[in-house]
Protein backbone atom coordinates (compact mmCIF):
# COMPACT_ATOMS: atom_id res chain seq x y z
CA UNK A 1 0.00 0.00 0.00
CA UNK A 2 1.22 3.31 -1.10
CA UNK A 3 2.04 6.26 1.56
CA UNK A 4 -0.57 8.42 -0.15
CA UNK A 5 -3.38 5.46 0.45
CA UNK A 6 -1.92 4.92 3.97
CA UNK A 7 -2.97 8.70 4.17
CA UNK A 8 -6.37 8.35 2.67
CA UNK A 9 -7.17 5.53 4.78
CA UNK A 10 -5.98 7.17 8.33
CA UNK A 11 -8.39 10.04 7.35
CA UNK A 12 -11.22 8.26 6.32
CA UNK A 13 -10.64 6.02 10.18
CA UNK A 14 -9.88 9.21 12.58
CA UNK A 15 -13.19 9.93 14.43
CA UNK A 16 -15.58 12.84 14.14
CA UNK A 17 -15.24 15.83 16.71
CA UNK A 18 -18.46 16.83 18.02
CA UNK A 19 -19.37 19.19 21.13
CA UNK A 20 -22.69 18.43 22.92
CA UNK A 21 -24.18 21.90 24.70
CA UNK A 22 -24.83 20.93 28.04
CA UNK A 23 -26.92 22.50 30.92
CA UNK A 24 -27.70 21.66 34.44
CA UNK A 25 -30.09 22.91 36.47
CA UNK A 26 -30.01 22.77 40.48
CA UNK A 27 -30.18 25.25 42.76
CA UNK A 28 -26.93 23.34 44.79
CA UNK A 29 -24.46 25.94 42.78
CA UNK A 30 -21.49 23.87 44.92
CA UNK A 31 -22.41 20.59 42.81
CA UNK A 32 -22.72 22.58 39.81
CA UNK A 33 -19.52 23.35 39.65
CA UNK A 34 -18.51 20.15 40.86
CA UNK A 35 -20.09 18.63 37.64
CA UNK A 36 -18.22 21.71 35.42
CA UNK A 37 -14.89 20.32 36.73
CA UNK A 38 -15.81 16.41 35.62
CA UNK A 39 -17.05 17.31 32.21
CA UNK A 40 -14.74 19.72 30.71
CA UNK A 41 -12.17 17.15 31.40
CA UNK A 42 -14.61 14.33 30.23
CA UNK A 43 -14.10 12.62 26.53
CA UNK A 44 -16.99 9.88 25.04
CA UNK A 45 -15.75 7.71 22.17
CA UNK A 46 -18.94 6.54 20.06
CA UNK A 47 -17.21 3.18 18.31
CA UNK A 48 -20.28 2.51 16.21
CA UNK A 49 -20.25 5.91 14.26
CA UNK A 50 -16.42 6.86 15.08
CA UNK A 51 -17.62 9.90 16.81
CA UNK A 52 -15.34 11.78 19.43
CA UNK A 53 -17.60 14.09 21.98
CA UNK A 54 -16.46 16.58 24.13
CA UNK A 55 -18.54 18.72 26.34
CA UNK A 56 -20.00 22.83 26.09
CA UNK A 57 -21.18 23.56 29.94
CA UNK A 58 -23.10 25.93 31.78
CA UNK A 59 -25.78 25.92 34.49
CA UNK A 60 -28.45 27.97 36.29
CA UNK A 61 -29.83 27.39 39.92
CA UNK A 62 -33.19 28.17 38.90
CA UNK A 63 -36.03 26.47 36.22
CA UNK A 64 -36.89 30.23 35.86
CA UNK A 65 -33.83 31.03 34.88
CA UNK A 66 -33.57 28.02 32.26
CA UNK A 67 -36.85 28.99 30.98
CA UNK A 68 -35.90 32.35 30.63
CA UNK A 69 -32.20 31.67 28.92
CA UNK A 70 -34.36 28.93 25.96
CA UNK A 71 -37.10 31.53 25.15
CA UNK A 72 -33.34 33.71 24.25
CA UNK A 73 -32.55 31.47 21.70
CA UNK A 74 -30.69 29.24 24.54
CA UNK A 75 -29.55 25.88 22.44
CA UNK A 76 -29.25 22.46 24.21
CA UNK A 77 -28.41 19.09 23.84
CA UNK A 78 -28.36 17.08 27.17
CA UNK A 79 -29.90 18.51 30.18
CA UNK A 80 -29.27 17.47 34.71
CA UNK A 81 -32.34 18.64 35.53
CA UNK A 82 -33.20 18.67 39.45
CA UNK A 83 -36.60 17.13 40.74
CA UNK A 84 -36.73 19.11 43.56
CA UNK A 85 -35.90 23.34 42.36
CA UNK A 86 -37.14 26.15 44.38
CA UNK A 87 -40.09 27.93 42.24
CA UNK A 88 -40.68 26.02 39.15
CA UNK A 89 -39.60 22.72 39.90
CA UNK A 90 -38.08 20.28 37.20
CA UNK A 91 -41.61 18.37 36.66
CA UNK A 92 -42.79 22.30 35.10
CA UNK A 93 -39.39 22.77 33.15
CA UNK A 94 -40.20 19.12 31.78
CA UNK A 95 -43.92 20.90 31.15
CA UNK A 96 -42.95 23.57 29.94
CA UNK A 97 -40.13 22.31 27.51
CA UNK A 98 -43.32 19.55 25.87
CA UNK A 99 -45.19 22.32 25.45
CA UNK A 100 -43.05 24.00 23.22
CA UNK A 101 -42.40 21.00 21.07
CA UNK A 102 -38.70 21.03 22.69
CA UNK A 103 -37.38 17.74 22.55
CA UNK A 104 -34.33 17.65 25.17
CA UNK A 105 -32.48 14.57 26.42
CA UNK A 106 -33.12 15.09 29.83
CA UNK A 107 -31.28 13.24 33.02
CA UNK A 108 -33.30 14.18 36.03
CA UNK A 109 -31.00 14.68 39.17
CA UNK A 110 -32.98 13.85 42.61
CA UNK A 111 -32.70 12.24 45.81
CA UNK A 112 -36.43 12.42 46.22
CA UNK A 113 -37.07 9.58 43.13
CA UNK A 114 -40.72 7.82 43.47
CA UNK A 115 -42.14 5.66 40.91
CA UNK A 116 -44.86 8.04 40.33
CA UNK A 117 -42.73 10.96 39.96
CA UNK A 118 -40.51 8.41 37.58
CA UNK A 119 -43.31 7.43 35.40
CA UNK A 120 -44.32 10.98 34.86
CA UNK A 121 -41.01 12.51 34.14
CA UNK A 122 -40.71 9.69 31.50
CA UNK A 123 -44.00 10.74 30.01
CA UNK A 124 -42.95 14.08 29.66
CA UNK A 125 -39.51 13.23 27.76
CA UNK A 126 -36.80 12.49 30.79
CA UNK A 127 -34.37 9.91 29.73
CA UNK A 128 -32.98 8.87 32.21
CA UNK A 129 -32.54 9.35 36.31
CA UNK A 130 -29.00 9.81 38.44
CA UNK A 131 -29.79 9.70 42.15
CA UNK A 132 -28.30 12.33 44.76
CA UNK A 133 -25.50 11.69 45.94
CA UNK A 134 -24.15 10.61 43.02
CA UNK A 135 -20.03 9.60 42.34
CA UNK A 136 -18.24 11.41 39.92
CA UNK A 137 -18.03 7.36 38.07
CA UNK A 138 -22.01 7.69 38.40
CA UNK A 139 -21.81 10.93 36.45
CA UNK A 140 -19.20 9.84 33.56
CA UNK A 141 -21.57 6.77 32.85
CA UNK A 142 -25.02 8.73 32.81
CA UNK A 143 -23.31 11.13 30.30
CA UNK A 144 -21.69 8.26 28.43
CA UNK A 145 -25.13 6.24 27.69
CA UNK A 146 -26.80 10.02 27.09
CA UNK A 147 -23.89 10.89 24.69
CA UNK A 148 -23.89 7.80 22.79
CA UNK A 149 -28.31 7.68 22.61
CA UNK A 150 -27.46 11.25 21.55
CA UNK A 151 -24.96 10.49 18.89
CA UNK A 152 -26.37 7.42 17.40
CA UNK A 153 -30.05 9.66 17.04
CA UNK A 154 -28.55 12.07 14.91
CA UNK A 155 -26.77 9.82 12.82
CA UNK A 156 -30.02 7.68 12.48
CA UNK A 157 -31.58 11.42 11.54
CA UNK A 158 -28.98 12.06 9.06
CA UNK A 159 -29.04 8.65 7.41
CA UNK A 160 -32.88 9.03 6.93
CA UNK A 161 -32.60 12.33 5.17
CA UNK A 162 -30.03 10.98 2.88
CA UNK A 163 -32.30 8.23 2.09
CA UNK A 164 -35.36 10.67 1.27
CA UNK A 165 -33.53 12.67 -0.98
CA UNK A 166 -31.69 10.01 -2.98
CA UNK A 167 -35.06 8.54 -3.39
CA UNK A 168 -36.16 11.60 -4.57
CA UNK A 169 -33.52 12.65 -7.18
CA UNK A 170 -34.25 8.69 -8.28
CA UNK A 171 -37.70 9.29 -8.49
CA UNK A 172 -37.44 12.97 -10.55
CA UNK A 173 -34.54 11.17 -12.97
CA UNK A 174 -36.86 8.17 -13.40
CA UNK A 175 -39.76 10.55 -14.14
CA UNK A 176 -38.39 13.01 -16.18
CA UNK A 177 -37.08 9.99 -18.35
CA UNK A 178 -40.36 8.35 -19.13
CA UNK A 179 -41.71 11.63 -20.20
CA UNK A 180 -41.01 11.83 -24.05
CA UNK A 181 -41.33 7.72 -24.52
CA UNK A 182 -44.59 8.34 -22.60
CA UNK A 183 -46.23 10.93 -24.45
CA UNK A 184 -45.22 9.39 -27.61
CA UNK A 185 -47.19 5.94 -26.96
CA UNK A 186 -49.95 8.17 -25.55
CA UNK A 187 -49.95 10.00 -28.93
CA UNK A 188 -49.03 7.03 -31.53
CA UNK A 189 -52.61 5.62 -29.83
CA UNK A 190 -54.99 8.74 -30.02
CA UNK A 191 -54.11 8.04 -33.94
CA UNK A 192 -54.73 4.61 -33.99
CA UNK A 193 -58.09 5.53 -31.89
CA UNK A 194 -59.34 6.32 -35.34
CA UNK A 195 -59.44 2.80 -36.55
CA UNK A 196 -62.84 1.20 -37.55
CA UNK A 197 -61.97 -1.95 -36.36
CA UNK A 198 -64.09 -2.05 -33.36
CA UNK A 199 -61.89 -4.96 -31.64
CA UNK A 200 -58.43 -2.61 -32.23
CA UNK A 201 -60.30 0.28 -31.10
CA UNK A 202 -60.69 -1.53 -27.64
CA UNK A 203 -57.78 -2.18 -26.93
CA UNK A 204 -56.40 0.64 -27.80
CA UNK A 205 -58.59 2.14 -24.84
CA UNK A 206 -57.34 -0.10 -22.85
CA UNK A 207 -54.00 1.04 -23.81
CA UNK A 208 -54.60 4.42 -23.25
CA UNK A 209 -55.92 3.78 -19.80
CA UNK A 210 -52.79 1.83 -18.53
CA UNK A 211 -51.02 5.13 -20.19
CA UNK A 212 -53.05 7.25 -18.01
CA UNK A 213 -52.30 4.99 -14.95
CA UNK A 214 -48.31 4.99 -15.43
CA UNK A 215 -48.49 8.81 -15.57
CA UNK A 216 -50.81 8.87 -12.37
CA UNK A 217 -47.84 6.73 -10.70
CA UNK A 218 -45.60 9.23 -11.45
CA UNK A 219 -47.16 12.22 -10.35
CA UNK A 220 -48.36 10.52 -6.64
CA UNK A 221 -44.63 9.48 -6.03
CA UNK A 222 -43.07 13.02 -7.08
CA UNK A 223 -45.72 14.34 -4.84
CA UNK A 224 -45.12 12.07 -2.38
CA UNK A 225 -41.33 12.07 -2.04
CA UNK A 226 -40.99 16.11 -2.56
CA UNK A 227 -43.31 15.98 0.77
CA UNK A 228 -40.60 13.58 2.73
CA UNK A 229 -37.69 15.51 1.50
CA UNK A 230 -38.28 18.52 1.83
CA UNK A 231 -38.00 19.41 -1.48
CA UNK A 232 -41.22 21.05 -2.00
CA UNK A 233 -41.51 24.46 -2.26
CA UNK A 234 -44.75 25.57 0.30
CA UNK A 235 -46.81 28.81 0.41
CA UNK A 236 -48.45 29.37 3.62
CA UNK A 237 -51.88 31.45 3.11
CA UNK A 238 -55.73 31.44 3.95
CA UNK A 239 -57.61 29.32 1.77
CA UNK A 240 -60.99 28.98 1.25
CA UNK A 241 -61.35 25.64 1.49
CA UNK A 242 -65.32 25.92 -0.18
CA UNK A 243 -63.70 26.99 -3.10
CA UNK A 244 -61.57 24.25 -3.14
CA UNK A 245 -63.87 21.60 -2.46
CA UNK A 246 -66.19 22.71 -5.15
CA UNK A 247 -62.94 22.94 -7.96
CA UNK A 248 -62.09 19.50 -6.90
CA UNK A 249 -65.40 18.11 -7.59
CA UNK A 250 -65.46 20.00 -10.87
CA UNK A 251 -62.43 18.15 -11.92
CA UNK A 252 -64.29 14.37 -11.14
CA UNK A 253 -68.13 15.85 -12.35
CA UNK A 254 -67.86 13.74 -15.54
CA UNK A 255 -66.45 10.64 -14.70
CA UNK A 256 -69.28 10.83 -11.50
CA UNK A 257 -71.85 12.27 -14.27
CA UNK A 258 -70.66 9.15 -16.59
CA UNK A 259 -71.71 6.32 -14.06
CA UNK A 260 -74.97 8.41 -12.73
CA UNK A 261 -72.47 9.16 -9.12
CA UNK A 262 -74.35 12.45 -7.66
CA UNK A 263 -72.00 14.99 -5.77
CA UNK A 264 -73.09 16.93 -2.92
CA UNK A 265 -71.26 19.94 -0.86
CA UNK A 266 -71.85 19.80 2.95
CA UNK A 267 -70.08 22.83 4.66
CA UNK A 268 -70.20 25.95 7.20
CA UNK A 269 -70.23 29.23 5.28
CA UNK A 270 -66.58 30.86 4.84
CA UNK A 271 -64.35 27.90 6.34
CA UNK A 272 -60.58 29.35 5.83
CA UNK A 273 -57.70 27.15 6.74
CA UNK A 274 -53.51 28.06 7.08
CA UNK A 275 -52.49 25.51 4.76
CA UNK A 276 -50.33 25.54 1.22
CA UNK A 277 -52.37 25.26 -1.70
CA UNK A 278 -50.82 22.68 -3.31
CA UNK A 279 -51.07 20.40 -0.07
CA UNK A 280 -54.83 21.23 0.17
CA UNK A 281 -55.20 19.67 -2.98
CA UNK A 282 -53.41 16.74 -3.04
CA UNK A 283 -55.53 15.85 0.11
CA UNK A 284 -59.17 16.68 -1.76
CA UNK A 285 -58.31 15.53 -4.85
CA UNK A 286 -57.06 11.99 -3.51
CA UNK A 287 -60.33 11.86 -1.18
CA UNK A 288 -62.74 12.89 -4.06
CA UNK A 289 -60.66 11.33 -6.74
CA UNK A 290 -61.49 7.60 -4.83
CA UNK A 291 -64.89 8.04 -3.66
CA UNK A 292 -65.80 8.39 -7.17
CA UNK A 293 -63.71 5.46 -8.55
CA UNK A 294 -64.62 2.97 -5.63
CA UNK A 295 -68.35 3.95 -5.94
CA UNK A 296 -71.02 2.04 -7.37
CA UNK A 297 -72.92 3.29 -10.24
CA UNK A 298 -75.51 5.76 -9.27
CA UNK A 299 -74.35 5.81 -5.99
CA UNK A 300 -73.70 9.08 -4.09
CA UNK A 301 -70.46 11.03 -2.72
CA UNK A 302 -70.77 13.77 0.09
CA UNK A 303 -68.01 16.41 1.03
CA UNK A 304 -68.52 17.96 4.55
CA UNK A 305 -66.10 20.68 5.53
CA UNK A 306 -66.03 21.95 9.00
CA UNK A 307 -64.01 24.01 11.55
CA UNK A 308 -63.48 23.28 15.01
CA UNK A 309 -60.88 26.09 16.75
CA UNK A 310 -57.84 25.93 14.95
CA UNK A 311 -58.89 22.65 13.06
CA UNK A 312 -60.81 22.00 9.84
CA UNK A 313 -61.87 18.46 9.37
CA UNK A 314 -62.50 16.89 5.87
CA UNK A 315 -64.58 13.93 5.59
CA UNK A 316 -65.69 12.28 2.27
CA UNK A 317 -68.47 9.66 2.30
CA UNK A 318 -69.04 7.29 -0.36
CA UNK A 319 -71.87 4.76 -0.73
CA UNK A 320 -68.96 2.33 -2.98
CA UNK A 321 -67.49 -1.04 -2.04
CA UNK A 322 -66.04 -0.64 1.12
CA UNK A 323 -63.49 -2.06 2.97
CA UNK A 324 -63.29 -5.13 5.77
CA UNK A 325 -61.27 -4.12 9.11
CA UNK A 326 -58.14 -5.18 7.97
CA UNK A 327 -58.12 -3.59 4.49
CA UNK A 328 -59.18 -0.97 6.20
CA UNK A 329 -55.76 -1.08 8.72
CA UNK A 330 -53.68 -1.11 6.25
CA UNK A 331 -54.86 1.12 3.44
CA UNK A 332 -52.97 4.05 4.35
CA UNK A 333 -49.38 2.46 3.74
CA UNK A 334 -46.99 2.66 0.52
CA UNK A 335 -48.18 1.18 -2.16
CA UNK A 336 -51.32 -0.32 -0.41
CA UNK A 337 -54.05 -1.86 -2.97
CA UNK A 338 -57.18 -3.63 -2.15
CA UNK A 339 -57.18 -6.00 -4.82
CA UNK A 340 -60.98 -8.11 -4.73
CA UNK A 341 -63.32 -9.04 -7.63
CA UNK A 342 -65.10 -5.24 -7.33
CA UNK A 343 -61.22 -3.17 -7.22
CA UNK A 344 -59.65 -5.30 -10.16
CA UNK A 345 -60.66 -3.08 -13.20
CA UNK A 346 -59.65 -0.04 -11.11
CA UNK A 347 -56.03 1.30 -11.66
CA UNK A 348 -54.48 3.01 -9.50
CA UNK A 349 -50.75 3.91 -7.70
CA UNK A 350 -51.52 2.87 -3.96
CA UNK A 351 -49.50 6.34 -2.96
CA UNK A 352 -52.65 8.70 -3.06
CA UNK A 353 -53.72 7.55 0.73
CA UNK A 354 -50.14 7.45 2.00
CA UNK A 355 -49.36 11.30 0.80
CA UNK A 356 -53.08 12.15 2.77
CA UNK A 357 -52.21 11.06 5.64
CA UNK A 358 -48.03 12.60 5.22
CA UNK A 359 -49.84 15.71 4.69
CA UNK A 360 -52.09 15.34 7.35
CA UNK A 361 -49.48 15.06 9.69
CA UNK A 362 -47.44 17.53 8.76
CA UNK A 363 -50.46 19.81 10.42
CA UNK A 364 -50.39 18.15 13.17
CA UNK A 365 -54.08 16.06 12.16
CA UNK A 366 -54.65 12.72 11.19
CA UNK A 367 -56.40 10.53 8.41
CA UNK A 368 -58.66 7.72 9.13
CA UNK A 369 -61.65 5.84 7.79
CA UNK A 370 -64.36 4.13 8.59
CA UNK A 371 -66.31 1.40 6.50
CA UNK A 372 -68.56 -1.25 6.11
CA UNK A 373 -68.61 -3.26 2.89
CA UNK A 374 -71.13 -3.33 0.44
CA UNK A 375 -72.36 -0.35 2.35
CA UNK A 376 -69.81 2.36 1.79
CA UNK A 377 -66.64 4.81 3.15
CA UNK A 378 -65.39 7.69 5.71
CA UNK A 379 -62.23 9.20 4.74
CA UNK A 380 -61.94 12.04 7.45
CA UNK A 381 -58.77 14.52 7.24
CA UNK A 382 -58.01 16.67 9.76
CA UNK A 383 -55.74 19.86 9.40
CA UNK A 384 -54.81 22.79 11.80
CA UNK A 385 -53.79 25.73 10.74
CA UNK A 386 -49.98 26.30 9.70
CA UNK A 387 -48.14 29.06 11.11
CA UNK A 388 -49.16 31.84 9.38
CA UNK A 389 -46.12 33.20 8.34
CA UNK A 390 -44.58 32.11 4.64
CA UNK A 391 -42.55 28.85 4.95
CA UNK A 392 -40.15 28.15 1.94
CA UNK A 393 -38.20 25.40 1.07
CA UNK A 394 -35.74 25.25 -1.98
CA UNK A 395 -37.11 24.49 -5.21
CA UNK A 396 -34.92 21.51 -7.24
CA UNK A 397 -32.46 23.03 -9.01
CA UNK A 398 -32.05 20.78 -12.16
CA UNK A 399 -34.29 19.40 -15.24
CA UNK A 400 -34.60 16.39 -13.90
CA UNK A 401 -35.80 17.54 -10.68
CA UNK A 402 -38.47 19.71 -12.00
CA UNK A 403 -42.12 18.01 -11.98
CA UNK A 404 -42.43 16.63 -15.29
CA UNK A 405 -45.95 17.89 -16.91
CA UNK A 406 -47.07 14.00 -18.03
Known amino acids: ?152 SKQARKLAEEKREIRFNFISVLAHELKAPLNAVEGYLNILRTTENDQDRQMVERSIVRVDGMKKLIVDLLDMTRIESGQRERTIKRLDLNGLAHASMELFALDAERRGISMELDTEPDIELAADPGEAEIVLNNLISNAVKYNRDGGSVTVKLSRDGNAVTIAVTDTGIGLTPEEAGKLFNEFTRIKNEHTVKILGSGLGLSTVRKIANMYDGEATVTSEPGVGSTFTVTLRDAPREETRRPAPDTASEAAPQL
Not at 99 to 115: D, H, K, S, W
Request: proline share 3%; hydrophobic share 40%.
Open 1 to 152: MSPSETTTRERLMDPQQTTLRVVMVDDEEALCLGVRRIIQKYKVHVADVLVDADYDFRYFTTGEEYLAWLEDGGEVDLLLLDLKLPGVGGMDVLDAMSEQGREVLTIMITAYATFETAVKATKLGAYDFLAKPFTPEELRYALRKATNQLIL
